[in-house]
């Protein structure tokens, strides 16, 4: 989970000055975190303590309003007992990291990850990219292969994900759309070295920079298992406390030894 933080924070910089490169700074007095982080620790909340997800997204999302979120979701975070809205925006996937981390087989990965979109993101496309998302991160978890992970997305997904971020780099746009983003961030994880380098990959694109780097990170973290020091401390050096809270408990439940 801290590896989607990690690349919102890195992408945020860049989301709104797009980029068509690798070579950037990581982190600058600018980065910060955006509403994927915001909604990403508010679905950890959520299976921590068996919530519900509409009631968490709108706690977290009203005590922070100025984290970027999209006008439609803004709407509902600020309508009590709004109905979903047929969204197949990406917001679906960059909150369900921590479902992939937090469920111990496909079926319930894919039941859960279902349930925290479908409260906004009832379209199916909405529905496809978080569980897509979710599902590339277990399997990561549980050590299955680039080539595996590659295989089971495709055919349960009818992603295409046989392109190198070189080929789609050129004439890639900002889409903000599930469809238009999943595919190129799990491509970025599968061409990547490890959870820095599939970040840059992702914000390499020239989109929408923090939620590619938060599906790619998110999917490298449970890849490689790790991340740098250096890394770990520049992001929760941008967070408030109740976010490490977050995470350390997250952490303490879910990863072995009860670290990132």
């Known amino acids: 989970m801290l590896g989607a933080i990690a ?16 070579d950037f700074p990581l982190f600058s007095n600018l980065s910060r975190f955006t ?57 679906s996937a960059m909150r369900v990291s921590p479902v992939g981390f937090a469920r111990d087989s496909v079926e319930d990965v894919l039941r859960e990850a279902e349930k925290s979109a479908a409260v906004t993101h009832n379209h199916p496309e909405g529905i496809k990219g978080a569980q897509a998302t979710a599902l590339a991160i277990f399997m ?30 050129p004439a890639y746009f900002f889409d903000v759309s599930c469809q238009g983003s999943v595919p190129q961030a799990i491509i970025a994880f599968l061409q990547s070295d490890d959870v820095e380098s599939a970040i840059r990959l992702a914000v390499s694109l020239g989109g929408d920079s923090d939620t590619l780097a938060c599906i790619a990170g998110a999917i490298a973290h449970a890849y490689y ?19 490490i ?5 997250f952490a303490l439940k879910y990863f072995k030894g009860g670290h990132y």
């Open 245 to 249: 809270e977050i995470l350390d408990e």
């Open 35 to 91: 509403d994927d982080t915001v909604l990403t620790l508010a679905t950890a909340q959520v299976l921590m303590k068996g919530l519900d997800y509409a009631a968490v997204y709108r706690n977290f999302g009203r005590a922070y309003p100025r984290a970027g979120y999209g006008g439609t979701f803004l709407n509902w975070l600020m309508t009590d007992n709004a109905p979903p809205y047929n969204s197949w925006g990406n917001g």
């Open 140 to 169: 990561s978890r549980k050590g299955d292969t680039k080539d595996n992970i590659r295989r089971a997305i495709s055919e349960r997904f009818g992603y295409h994900l046989n392109q190198s971020i070189e080929a789609i780099r």
């Open 7 to 22: 690349g919102d924070i890195i992408g945020s910089v860049y989301e709104a000055n797009p980029i068509k490169t690798t």
């Open 225 to 243: 298992n790790e991340m740098s020091l250096e890394m770990i401390r520049e992001v929760k050096s941008r967070l408030p406390e109740e976010f």
